[in-house]
């Protein structure tokens, strides 16, 4: 039988001291959210992110070293992982630093800060309707906010959740609003690129501030599984019998929170082969997509 290869960088994660564990875990989640958008991190990026858990070097000179490293490289190959790279140090240090106001404003300034030179529209809110195929739609779409709505919905949003009181709510009822409350927030899809991220980012911080211990590691193995679980809560497809669902968001927050061990396969939510009136992705010839974990 074929050994099965192990990862060297989640082998370097898994036997850190404690004292490292926390920024190695927020490179790991940094890391993994690239998969989300099909992007992979670069083996000089690995080098640099070891650097900085190992303390040889601060998370700023680690971005430093990153540009540098990019302004002295062209072609092809360093365009498939630049995006990677930049935006995994860019979520590290976001992650990393305790501060965060929980405010229409913060949900922006991250997306500025997450994709700063990297989009030219980073931190600006979209002007143009768009749907996108999904390979757990069998290549329906959700329907995303509408363009002129974008900035009062992002508002009202958070404004009720700022409001939303928890107190006296059992720990599923807290899962099912937590659930409900990010899936609301990532349908808006305020921005032209880099939603999920963005959304990912926020919501970390957000539990933190909310007093949970948040599992980066999660995060970092089945980030598709939450951009999956993000789809399913906000698509219905009544004629075939297809509803909204928090049920596999839910699943991923009691792994993330209360440190549970559903089983999380993506294959779970794609919907079955019944959408007739949808063009269908093929998820072997997808590259972003992983229909097996």
Do not use: C
């Amino acid at each position: 039988m074929e050994e099965i290869k192990k990862d060297p960088f989640e082998e370097y994660i898994k036997n850190l001291p404690p004292s490292k564990k926390e920024m190695g875990q927020a490179w790991s989640a940094a890391i993994g959210l690239q998969d989300v958008d099909g992007l992979k991190a670069s083996e000089y990026l690995y080098a640099t992110a070891k650097k900085n858990i190992d303390g040889e070097i601060t998370i700023d000179e680690a971005g430093d070293l990153i540009n540098s490293y990019y302004e002295s490289k062209s072609g092809k190959i360093a365009q498939e992982t630049e995006e990677a790279d930049k935006v995994s140090q860019r979520i590290t240090k976001l992650l990393s630093d305790k501060s965060f106001v929980f405010s229409p404003a913060q949900y922006i300034s991250i997306h500025r800060e997450l994709f700063k030179d990297i989009y030219s529209h980073a931190g600006k809110i979209r002007d143009y309707n768009f749907s996108k195929k999904e390979w757990v739609l069998d290549g329906d779409t959700v329907s995303y906010g509408h363009s002129l709505d974008l900035k009062e919905t992002l508002d009202y949003d958070i404004s009720q959740e700022r409001e939303f009181r928890y107190n006296g709510l059992s720990m599923p009822e807290v899962i099912n609003h937590l659930a409900k409350f990010v899936s609301r927030l990532w349908q808006i899809h305020v921005f032209e690129e880099g939603n999920t991220r963005t959304t990912a980012v926020f919501f970390i911080k957000y539990l933190r501030q909310l007093g949970f211990e948040v599992d980066n590691d999660l995060f970092a193995d089945y980030s598709w599984y939450f951009r999956n679980a993000l789809v399913r809560a906000n698509y219905n497809n009544i004629r075939n019998g297809i509803y909204e669902t928090t049920e596999y968001l839910e699943l991923f927050l009691q792994n993330l929170l209360l440190n549970q061990k559903n089983e999380l396969h993506n294959r779970d939510m794609h919907v079955s082969g019944n959408l007739s009136h949808v063009q269908r992705i093929d998820p072997i010839n997808d590259p972003i997509n992983d229909p097996i974990n």
